[in-house]
């Protein structure tokens, strides 16, 4: 007997709502970047804000790959080719400012919205507000701080002081017993 293509459309749709339940049900983590903003005042610039979201894996290596530009040149004449390292900040901060800031009240001296999908705009910032921001945008990106339980100190025995381990003598015995 053959099946309709109404039964059939439903059964897949049953079976991948399923697979969804099931997967909620197991526990599995979101490993996705979060698109949801965030605001921050600014403490640099009375009655200002910025929202800001958080740039996904892809995008912090790209800003990281900006970081280090490595040139390599062969010069007339010379069989030693020259190598060179630049380090452009502007560029990253360009970058970041694009990629991270989904909304703000920010204005230039003649009332108009500042445009930070426009590289440009960067360079015009307060360095007051620039640095807040940049360091907003640091932190919303630092695992280490956004980590819940970041915030515990750790315990004497685990810490390393002037270059001296400690560590507790029951964990010595429970090695050598087993």
């Known amino acids: 007997m053959p099946v309709s293509k109404t039964r059939v459309k439903k059964r897949d749709k049953k079976k991948a709502t399923s697979a969804a339940r099931k997967r909620k049900r197991c526990g599995m983590p979101r490993a996705t970047v979060s698109m949801e903003p965030k605001e921050f005042e600014l403490k640099t610039c009375e009655?200002?804000?910025?929202?800001?979201?958080?740039?996904?894996?892809?995008?912090?290596?790209?800003?990281?790959?900006?970081?280090?530009?490595?040139?390599?040149?062969?010069?007339?004449?010379?069989?030693?080719?020259?190598?060179?390292?630049?380090?452009?900040?502007?560029?990253?901060?360009?970058?970041?400012?694009?990629?991270?800031?989904?909304?703000?009240?920010?204005?230039?001296?003649?009332?108009?919205?500042?445009?930070?999908?426009?590289?440009?705009?960067?360079?015009?910032?307060?360095?007051?507000?620039?640095?807040?921001?940049d360091q907003l945008i640091n932190d919303l990106h630092n695992w280490?701080?956004?980590?819940?339980?970041?915030?515990?100190?750790?315990?004497?025995?685990?810490?390393a002081e002037n270059g001296q381990v400690s560590i507790p003598a029951e964990s010595l015995t429970s090695q050598s017993s087993s």
């Open 47 to 133: 009655g200002g804000f910025v929202k800001l979201r958080r740039m996904s894996y892809g995008e912090l290596l790209a800003s990281n790959d900006m970081a280090f530009q490595v040139n390599v040149e062969a010069r007339e004449g010379s069989s030693d080719p020259q190598m060179g390292a630049s380090m452009s900040s502007a560029r990253i901060a360009e970058f970041r400012f694009k990629c991270c800031i989904v909304d703000h009240n920010l204005e230039n001296e003649a009332g108009t919205r500042l445009e930070f999908s426009n590289s440009q705009t960067v360079h015009l910032l307060d360095p007051n507000i620039g640095q807040e921001v």
């Open 144 to 159: 280490e701080k956004n980590l819940p339980n970041s915030e515990k100190p750790s315990n004497d025995t685990s810490s």
